[in-house]
């Protein structure tokens, strides 16, 4: 059910040079109800007073099976003279804003009986699958699942939750985290890297509909181009999720 209710800034801090990480509360001290991959609106005004809002997805990592949450995390990519960065990047711990959700069907579905997941993703569009995590170990651990998440960015740097993603495949043997690199190798390079273009990287995976659903998250034109490619493989738009991220000033 979609509510409105203000939030108060708990915690936060920089994830990268251009992306905040904050941690918020309900002023009710009420839970959040929310399914991971589902995102919120924050509502505020331009210096004009027009009003306007801006969707995050809700990066919280909650306990498996549990339906809510008392801390709700999102991370916020600074866009130049974007109103919504000045508003969060200048937030305060204390300060408050308003917000309403949960929106979005980009969630693990119960019904699936696929054998793999292909979670792809650039930039903050990596957020849902955090959230994702303790479903992804239970649909592992049940149904002998195998997921691959491919994580566009253009250098280590910018690999936002990446050491949260690899702790988590060295503990749980399906799953497998695999950074793609546009703009060069780390200074330490690892065997699960790729260096190039997420979709340009993911026809090494072998994508196939008998096995395969397909989550695509972030830039619109990887998303797009990615969809293409999968589309190529003979995935059909049901086995294909798709959610785009658009920076807004």
Avoid: W
């Avoid at 609106?41 to 990592?61: E, I, L, N």
């Avoid at 959700?101 to 699936?112: S, V």
């Avoid at 979670?119 to 994702?132: D, E, K, N």
């Amino acid at each position: 059910m979609i509510e409105h209710f203000p939030l108060r800034l708990v915690d936060s801090f920089m994830l990268a040079s251009t992306v905040r990480h904050l941690a918020f509360e309900r002023t009710d001290g009420a839970p959040l109800s929310f399914k991971p991959g589902q995102f919120l609106q924050v509502h505020f005004h331009y210096d004009d007073g027009k009003p306007t809002k801006r969707s995050y997805s809700v990066a919280t990592v909650g306990e498996e099976g549990a339906e809510s949450v008392q801390r709700i995390e999102i991370a916020v990519s600074y866009v130049d003279g974007g109103a919504a960065t000045q508003l969060l990047g200048e937030l305060e711990h204390g300060q408050e804003i308003e917000a309403s959700g949960p929106y979005g069907r980009f969630c693990l579905m119960d019904e699936d009986a696929n054998r793999r997941y292909l979670l792809i993703a650039t930039g903050t569009g990596v957020t849902p699958y955090r959230a994702m995590l303790p479903q992804i170990g239970k649909l592992i651990r049940e149904r002998g699942c195998e997921v691959v998440l491919l994580y566009g960015a253009r250098n280590e740097t910018e690999l936002l939750y990446g050491e949260e993603f690899e702790a988590f495949a060295r503990e749980h043997a399906g799953f497998h985290f695999h950074p793609c690199l546009s703009r060069g190798a780390r200074p330490d390079p690892r065997p699960h890297d790729r260096l190039g273009y997420v979709q340009a990287i993911l026809p090494e995976f072998e994508p196939d509909p008998e096995r395969d659903i397909a989550y695509l998250c972030g830039n619109p034109n990887m998303v797009d181009a990615a969809f293409a490619e999968l589309k190529e493989r003979g995935l059909s738009v049901r086995q294909i999720r798709r959610e785009k991220y658009i920076s807004s000033r």
